[in-house]
């Protein structure tokens, strides 16, 4: 099984996942104020650290760093109350 998803994805199962996983936070970054911590449980990761180094190696910036320069600040769509962080 892992040789064929392989061969159809081009990437291991594990790097599909951890791609999937950052895309998502990576819009959750830029359109919610949502913490990183939240952010990081959200998209599966329960260690915020850990999440973080996924985070930079996929993206080249830590998730604090890739909001400060990709948060789009008029647009806050999927944002949660204070409950929801």
């Known amino acids: 099984m892992l040789r064929r998803f392989g061969d159809e994805v081009g ?8 791609s999937a996983r950052v895309r998502r936070a ?9 913490t990183v ?3 990081a449980a959200d998209v599966g990761y329960r260690d915020a650290g850990a999440f ?8 080249g910036r830590r998730p604090r760093e890739y909001r400060a320069i990709f ?3 008029g647009d806050r769509g999927d944002r949660r109350g204070a409950e929801g962080r």
């Open 11 to 18: 990437q291991t199962p594990l790097a599909y996942l951890q």
């Open 26 to 34: 990576r819009h959750l970054l830029e359109t919610t104020d949502r």
């Open 37 to 39: 911590a939240s952010i």
């Open 52 to 59: 973080s180094g996924i985070f930079a190696r996929h993206t």
């Open 71 to 73: 948060h789009r600040r």
